[in-house]
């Protein structure tokens, strides 16, 4: 989609005093942009997220990426990180009001932003300036940082999923995040890191390591963003695999807010061909030696609509393969520098997944009862064929071939329902933990006021919603000494000098003599300004007043 832009002269990288005093003047002077590299769905298409990064326009080297500056740039960290949140905001309102309201932003946490306490009301703020909901923020923070973080990691973590703030875990894979420690974080997505995706196509290792972060992040209801992703094959094999979004140069280079703007314009998107449920045309390779057999090969299926590739040889049929998915393979046996038996071994390897058919006029008997042994040939035809009968084997490859892509589409399905589910799921568990949060810290305030009330010298008597007494402080326990134990009673009925003559509890001043001494009686409803209920009765002495 977009070619790999060309790379420039390699310069010796900056030194630390070079990068703190050059980076002061750049954050002085403006020197700093942020560029907006896109995130695309591959079930939809489209581009459903941005990444910020930071630039910096170095009057003597050019623009440099973070890579070039930031390790050495600690002294200013913390400014660089502060103007990366502020620009990213402005322009995400900017391009919200200009019609962009589902336009999402994602930033990259530094360590120490991370271990900063306050970086997270800091976000707030930030965000309420700009009049941006929570969740249109994305915070890419890193393997390292959690490492760093040891023991806080938790409460930083769940202090930004309080603030409704979306999380990823960038760069996975190159740090120690374990599968555990992964389950209990709240992370919404991992980014593969590039290193996994380079080699993805031709890396048996990479494949699997690649499918199995994938099937992990799906089991504990995140999402998958495959970083560095710069050719089709490599976005075939994450389509395939149940990844959920790309980023790389194969779909869009990073590119100045203006640049974007005009960009997401002409509603770029991903082809069909390339998105996670999408049903191929039919695909036919057609390899032999003898031009005039393609030929009559290519005529005799004109009307079936295929997508017909040809090849002279095993070679260039490896090279098509190599660039192009197929479905149907028909090949000969007798080729010079490889035997049709070799070249559909080799096609099972590049093609798994592909039907394979031998058509020949020659038997070399083991190379060929090898190669089906192996189940590296589906069927062996000889020439000269009977035309109704090859259109039918051929015919036959491709329903079975389609029999096991809908099969792979249901389980795609059912994998995309059961992720959403986990994803649901981990949502809850995280309410949960949130409310269990807020229950306890409900709690230790309340044994704080139960402790402040019980020693106050003012008789204080709590009655729930029933006027049931269910607190009595020890002033007031020691004032009532005489009634007994109070607690569980109806305070209109053991303590009924409290009450108004009807019964109802008291409003306003209400005067009581208790033994020897007089009382103003105060009873205050509880609920105004809280979810708490009911009443408290406190007792103010008149003659300890008038004194």
């Not at 997401?264 to 005039?292: F, G, I, S, T, W």
Request: glycine fraction near 6%.
């Amino acid at each position: 989609m977009n070619p790999m832009p060309e790379q420039p002269e390699m310069q010796p990288p900056l030194t630390g005093l070079q990068c703190e005093a050059g980076l002061a003047l750049a954050l002085a002077h403006d020197q700093l942009q942020l560029q907006y590299q896109p995130l695309v769905d591959l079930q939809s298409g489209a581009v459903v997220s941005l990444e910020a990064l930071v630039r910096w326009q170095h009057p003597e080297r050019g623009l440099l990426t973070a890579h070039d500056f930031m390790p050495q740039a600690a002294g200013h960290t913390a400014a660089i990180g502060d103007w990366v949140l502020r620009r990213a905001c402005g322009d995400l309102h900017s391009w919200r009001q200009s019609g962009r309201p589902h336009l999402k932003v994602a930033i990259n946490v530094d360590t120490s932003q991370f271990l900063d306490p306050d970086f997270g009301a800091e976000v707030a703020a930030t965000l309420d300036e700009y009049a941006i909901a929570p969740d249109a923020l994305s915070l890419e923070i890193t393997e390292t940082a959690l490492t760093c973080a040891g023991a806080r990691c938790d409460p930083l973590l769940a202090g930004f999923k309080q603030r409704g703030l979306c999380l990823t875990l960038d760069d996975f894979g190159t740090g120690h995040a374990s599968l555990s420690s992964l389950k209990r974080y709240p992370f919404d997505a991992i980014k593969i890191d590039p290193s996994f995706i380079r080699d993805v196509v031709s890396s048996t290792s990479d494949a699997s390591m690649s499918r199995s972060i994938i099937d992990m992040a799906h089991h504990l209801g995140m999402k998958v963003v495959a970083e560095g992703v710069e050719t089709e094959g490599q976005c075939d094999f994450l389509r395939r695999n149940m990844c959920d979004q790309i980023q790389g140069y194969f779909f869009a280079p990073p590119m100045a807010a203006a640049a974007l703007q005009h960009w997401l314009a002409d509603a770029p998107a991903l082809p069909p061909h390339l998105l996670r449920m999408h049903r191929p045309p039919r695909r036919l390779l057609l390899v032999d030696d003898e031009p005039n057999i393609v030929a009559a090969l290519k005529r005799l299926l004109r009307s079936e609509q295929y997508q017909i590739y040809t090849a002279n040889d095993g070679p260039q049929g490896l090279e098509v393969l190599a660039r192009q998915p197929v479905d149907v393979i028909v090949s000969d046996q007798r080729m010079p520098g490889m035997l049709g038996a070799d070249f559909l071994r080799k096609a099972r390897e590049l093609a798994p997944d592909s039907i394979r058919i031998m058509l020949s006029g020659y038997t070399e008997l083991q190379s060929v009862t090898d190669a089906v042994n192996e189940g590296a040939i589906y069927k062996f035809l000889t020439k000269p064929w009977d035309d109704e009968q090859l259109r039918g084997h051929i015919a036959e490859a491709f329903r079975v071939k389609e029999s096991a892509d809908d099969n792979q589409r249901l389980h795609l399905e059912v994998r995309t329902a059961n992720q959403e589910l986990a994803a649901a799921n981990r949502r809850m568990e995280q309410l949960l933990r949130e409310k269990q949060r807020q229950i306890s810290r409900d709690e230790i305030s309340l044994n704080v006021a139960r402790e402040i009330l019980q020693h106050l010298p003012l008789p204080v008597i709590g009655l729930d919603d029933a006027g049931m007494i269910a607190f009595i402080n020890a002033a007031a326990a020691a004032l009532f000494r005489e009634h007994g134990s109070l607690l569980g009673s109806e305070a209109g009925s053991v303590l009924p000098e409290l009450f108004t003559a009807d019964g109802t509890p008291p409003s306003g001043l209400h005067v009581v003599q208790i033994g020897p001494q007089r009382y103003a009686v105060h009873c205050h409803p509880m609920g105004e300004a809280s979810s708490s209920r009911g009443s408290l009765i406190t007792l103010s002495n008149l003659e300890t007043h008038h004194a």
